[in-house]
C-alpha cells in the first residue's frame, strides 16, 4: 500500500515538474529571451539548456518508469488481454506511447532544431538593416512548431491521465 502511494506521488509530482516546465519555458522564458538582442539570447539560453536538460531528461524518463510501475506492477495491467481488452488497459498504452514519443520528440527533434540556432553565425543572422536573416527566422518558426507538436502530446498523456483515474 505505501509503496503505491509513494509511485503515485513521485509520478504525479514529476509529471506536474515535466508538462509544467514545459509549459513555463514555452510560454514564459523563452518568449522572453526572445526579446533579448541576439548576443544576449545566446548567452541566457546555453546555460538555460544545460540546467533544462539536468532536469528534465531525468524527470521525463522517472514519470514513465513510475507510470509503467503503476500500471504493472501496482496497478491492474496484468495481463496482454487486459492491456489490449479493456478501456483503461487501451488508454494505459496510449498513455505510455504517447509519453514515449513526446520524450523522445523532445529529445531527438525538439532540441536538436532548438540548439542549430546556436550554429547561425551571428554576422550571417542580423542583416545590416537590423533584421534577422531568413534561414535562422525559418528554423525559430520550425522550432515553435516543433514546441507545439510536443505539447499536443502532453495534452494526450495528461486527458489519459484524466480518463485512467476514472477508470477508463
Known amino acids: 500500500m505505501w509503496g503505491l502511494i509513494v509511485i503515485q506521488w ?10 509544467g516546465s514545459t509549459l513555463y519555458l514555452d510560454f514564459v522564458v523563452i518568449p522572453a529571451v526572445m526579446t533579448l538582442p541576439l548576443e544576449q ?14 532536469v528534465m531528461i531525468p524527470t521525463g524518463i522517472l514519470v514513465i518508469l513510475l507510470g509503467l510501475l503503476r500500471g504493472i506492477v501496482f ?18 498504452l496510449i498513455a505510455g506511447l504517447s509519453a514515449l514519443a513526446t520524450f523522445a520528440w523532445s529529445q531527438l527533434v525538439l532540441t536538436r532544431a532548438a540548439k542549430r540556432l ?19 527566422a525559418s528554423q525559430v518558426q520550425r522550432v515553435k512548431r516543433f514546441a507545439l507538436l510536443e505539447l499536443l502530446g502532453f495534452f494526450v498523456i495528461f486527458t489519459c491521465m484524466i480518463l485512467m483515474r476514472f477508470g477508463l
Open 10 to 19: 513521485l509520478h504525479v509530482f514529476l509529471g506536474i515538474l515535466w508538462f
Open 41 to 54: 539570447q545566446r548567452t541566457v539560453s546555453k546555460p538555460l539548456t544545460q540546467f533544462s536538460e539536468r
Open 75 to 92: 496497478g491492474p495491467v496484468q495481463s496482454l488481454d487486459f492491456l489490449f481488452g479493456t478501456a483503461y488497459g487501451i488508454t494505459f
Open 118 to 136: 546556436d550554429t547561425f553565425p551571428l554576422a550571417e543572422v542580423m542583416l545590416t538593416d537590423g533584421k534577422v536573416a531568413l534561414a535562422f
